[in-house]
């Protein structure tokens, strides 16, 4: 049993630790989008949702977000109802990796794009907030909100 206890502590450290040394992926902006996968795998759509609706992306602190939930939603940015209809994938990616070349003033977070990327020991390196997979997990359930409806 202490064993057991043991390993699993070992894995979870792990995991951590090739979270936080995970490489950066570079990505092309073409057209006011970012059409290739960060990652070339699919997005998983219900961890997208996890991650929009939780403390992880605090994304309600700005977005009224379809939810099912009553829970407190804020009012700083649009509405994502009907996000996915608005944008295409490659358009919501680019909107999520990094905002700010869109709108330079843009008050919401860049997700991906770290500044001092070039050059920075690994250990001073920033890290972004959110993982490649994550950023393709959370844009694959944006565009399923076809509708305005909450
Ligand atoms: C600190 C506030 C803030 C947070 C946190 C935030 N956003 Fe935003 N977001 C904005 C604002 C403001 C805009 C409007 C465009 C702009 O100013 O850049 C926006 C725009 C968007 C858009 C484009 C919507 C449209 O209709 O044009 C999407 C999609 C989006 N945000 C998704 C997210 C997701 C997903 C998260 C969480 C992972 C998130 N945002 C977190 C403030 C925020």
């Known amino acids: 049993m202490y064993i057991k206890t043991l390993i699993i502590i070992n894995l979870l450290i792990f995991i951590n ?35 929009v609706l939780s403390r992880r992306g605090n994304c309600l602190a700005c977005h009224k977000i379809p939810s099912g939930n009553d829970i407190f939603q804020g009012n700083i940015g649009p509405s994502l109802a009907g996000v996915g209809n608005r944008y295409t994938i490659s358009e919501l990616r680019l ?13 919401m977070p860049a997700f991906y794009n770290v500044r001092g990327l070039k050059r920075v020991d690994k250990k001073f390196r920033e890290k972004p907030i959110l993982t490649a997979q994550e950023i393709e997990d959370v844009i694959s359930w944006l565009f399923t909100l076809k509708t305005e409806e909450m």
């Open 17 to 51: 630790f090739v979270h936080a040394n995970e490489e950066l992926v570079s990505y092309d902006i073409v057209d006011l989008s970012i059409p290739s996968s960060l990652t070339n795998e699919d997005g998983d759509i219900k961890n997208g949702r996890d991650i």
């Open 95 to 107: 909107r999520l990796v990094n905002p700010y070349v869109l709108n330079p003033d843009s008050v």
